[in-house]
């Protein structure tokens, strides 16, 4: 079984940050597959391109572009990249890094893809900052680690406190569904009281529905904005927006740029 250290994996490396027991990097994937290993310490991989499958010994995860995963330091596993083209960002964590932040570890074990649209909007600022490094990026990618620890602790403290049994199959429409959703849709799909649904919702999503539903609709348009297969306006419509300007307000109120400029600082051209 291959062991890969600090700092390593399978493909090209492009591109790498690294400070204070954190380390970020870029690479393009070129084999078909991987050999089954394990990571020396609990990393993240944001699919920048392609579409890529990951397996372990209890299930195989598909990870097309957008998707984020999971892999615990103790889990072996394999990769195969399923289209010609593929790359992933890395952030990998030095294991003492969660002892010197005060952080619950336990909380993250075992490996998973990720599909709170706020943990993909806090990659999507994180990798903005790798790309564009300055005097001010690693001020910024600390912080919005934390950010990133805290939301995932909240969600899965969230998770683990018997939540009924319509959640999960909640998230699954809000996570897969390209249509307008709305609680009547819901409520017949969940067999639940819209009532009953709007004064749960909040409690077990940390949001209204349509705040959740908004960031769904953003977390989708990172996958395609990382490329550039589409242009803004077919993103738009691929997300449910309206139109292309009701996708760029409401991106400028996560991200504090216009989908444009989004683009234009991480050199992909439309």
């Given at each position: 079984?291959?062991?890969?250290t600090?700092?390593?994996?399978?493909g090209e490396?492009?591109l790498?940050?690294?400070?204070?027991?954190?380390?970020?990097?870029?690479?393009?994937?070129?084999?078909?597959?991987?050999?089954?290993?394990?990571?020396?310490?609990?990393?993240?991989?944001?699919?920048?391109?392609?579409?890529?499958?990951?397996?372990?010994?209890?299930?195989?995860?598909?990870c097309?572009?957008?998707?984020?995963?999971?892999?615990?330091?103790?889990?072996?596993?394999?990769?195969?990249?399923?289209?010609?083209?593929?790359r992933?960002?890395h952030l990998?964590?030095?294991?003492?890094?969660?002892?010197?932040?005060?952080?619950?570890?336990?909380?993250?074990e075992?490996?998973?893809?990720l599909?709170?649209?706020?943990?993909?909007?806090?990659?999507?600022?994180?990798?903005?900052?790798?790309?564009?490094?300055?005097?001010?990026?690693?001020?910024?990618?600390?912080?919005?680690?934390?950010?990133?620890?805290?939301?995932?602790?909240?969600?899965?403290?969230?998770?683990?406190?018997?939540?009924?049994?319509?959640?999960?199959?909640?998230k699954?429409?809000?996570?897969?569904?390209?249509?307008?959703?709305?609680?009547?849709?819901?409520?017949?799909?969940?067999?639940?009281?819209?009532?009953?649904?709007?004064?749960?919702?909040?409690?077990?999503?940390?949001?209204?529905?349509?705040?959740?539903?908004?960031?769904?609709?953003?977390?989708?348009?990172?996958?395609?904005?990382?490329?550039?297969?589409?242009?803004?306006?077919?993103?738009?419509?691929l997300?449910?927006?309206?139109?292309?300007?009701?996708?760029?307000?409401?991106?400028?109120?996560?991200?504090?740029?216009?989908?444009?400029?989004f683009?234009?600082?991480l050199?992909?051209?439309?």
């Amino acid at each position: 079984m291959k062991i890969l250290t600090k700092g390593t994996y399978f493909g090209e490396r492009k591109l790498e940050l690294n400070f204070d027991g954190i380390i970020l990097s870029e690479y393009a994937y070129h084999e078909p597959n991987t050999p089954w290993h394990y990571h020396e310490n609990p990393y993240f991989m944001y699919v920048l391109q392609g579409n890529m499958y990951d397996y372990n010994k209890k299930q195989k995860s598909t990870c097309p572009t957008g998707s984020i995963l999971y892999n615990n330091w103790q889990e072996t596993h394999s990769n195969s990249k399923e289209s010609k083209f593929a790359r992933g960002f890395h952030l990998e964590f030095e294991r003492d890094w969660f002892d010197q932040k005060k952080i619950d570890i336990s909380l993250w074990e075992g490996s998973q893809v990720l599909q709170d649209p706020r943990i993909h909007h806090l990659f999507g600022k994180i990798y903005y900052e790798f790309i564009n490094q300055d005097a001010y990026s690693k001020a910024s990618i600390e912080l919005l680690l934390l950010q990133l620890c805290e939301t995932i602790g909240n969600s899965k403290a969230i998770s683990i406190k018997n939540p009924p049994t319509w959640i999960a199959p909640l998230k699954e429409l809000l996570h897969y569904s390209t249509e307008n959703i709305d609680l009547k849709f819901l409520s017949k799909q969940l067999g639940v009281h819209p009532v009953h649904l709007s004064r749960a919702i909040p409690k077990y999503l940390s949001c209204s529905l349509g705040e959740y539903m908004r960031q769904q609709k953003i977390k989708q348009s990172l996958g395609y904005l990382l490329n550039a297969d589409h242009s803004l306006t077919e993103i738009a419509y691929l997300c449910g927006f309206s139109d292309q300007s009701h996708f760029s307000r409401l991106f400028k109120n996560y991200f504090q740029r216009t989908p444009t400029a989004f683009r234009k600082h991480l050199k992909i051209n439309s």
